[in-house]
């Protein structure tokens, strides 16, 4: 501790002294003010934190600041790319060429009538062909009059004839006997193929089904659809240049027209290329006798597109 002062004047101007000293210090240093000091009671406030006037020196031990963390991109970044370059085009893979040909879609329901017989060509042929056509019918159960017949009905007369008849389907007798129109609507019919000028045998005849209908009903829709490709090619080989449809049955299974016999007969219609003169079924000239005269109209148009003439009266 300094030794007090004797003259209290010389202790004043030691403190005046000492306080000039300590502002001039003050001065040099830049300050520009002497803090003041709190007030009793009062807490000293703190001091804001001087500003660096330049950054410090970097410290080699310090550990290296963290990466400044990028923004995370905005759905627009990825939407678009500044820089995305699309990559190029791939080439398209290139075609694979099967080397077999695809089957061809199944056809409707095979015919086997209807397989084509083109390559009968002769007279000889088609007849060969026609037996055959008739042994497969004989086996055939393709409906169901298969169940009920004694035995199919295929045709008779000239296998290569120009003129066919087509009735609906075998009765009773047919059945029996094996052979279409050999009852009393055959008999009349052969009768009414005489009055055209043609011999017995001479033209062709066959149904339209080649079964019996139980209790001589009329053949239904799916018979006649099941059984019309034997009829087809009959018709194919037999070849010929025009065909009477005998009665509503026989002219529907041909057209598959729905209209009656009465609207059709007389007037000339067309069986794949061939001319079809539609008039009434001699069962029907049985039990109508009257009506024999427009049958006979009918058939004079067939006579006259023939050239054929009702025999001489001798
Ligand atoms: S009617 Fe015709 S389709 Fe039916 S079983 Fe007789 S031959 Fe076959």
Known sequence: MDEPHADPRDELFEIATSVRALVEWYDGTGAWGLPLAPARGQVEPAYPAAEPHEAPPPNPRAPAPPAERRPAPS???????????????????????????????????????????????????RIEQLRVLASEVASCTRCGLADRRTQTVFARGNPI??????????????DLQGEPFVGPAGQL????????GYRPGEVYICNIVKCRPPENRKPQPEEMDACKGYL???????RPKYIVALGATAIQGLLGTTEGITKLRGKWKMYRG???MPTFHPAYLLRQPSAKREVWT????????????PPARG
Request: proline letters at 17%; aromatic letters at 6%.
């Open 161 to 174: 004839s120009e003129l066919c008849f087509v009735g609906e389907g075998p009765g009773a007798e047919e």
């Open 298 to 309: 009918d058939l004079q148009e067939v006579m006259a597109r023939l050239g054929k003439k």
């Open 75 to 125: 759905d627009a970044t990825f939407a678009q790319p500044a820089q995305f370059t699309p990559p190029p085009e791939r080439a398209p893979a290139p075609q694979f060429t099967p080397q077999f040909t695809p089957p061809a879609p199944p056809a409707e329901r095979p015919q086997r009538a209807a397989v084509a017989r083109p390559e009968a060509r002769t007279p000889e042929a």
């Open 189 to 196: 019919l052969d009768k009414m193929i005489a009055a055209m």
């Open 232 to 238: 087809a090619a009959q018709i194919e080989l037999v």
């Open 274 to 276: 061939i001319p079809v």
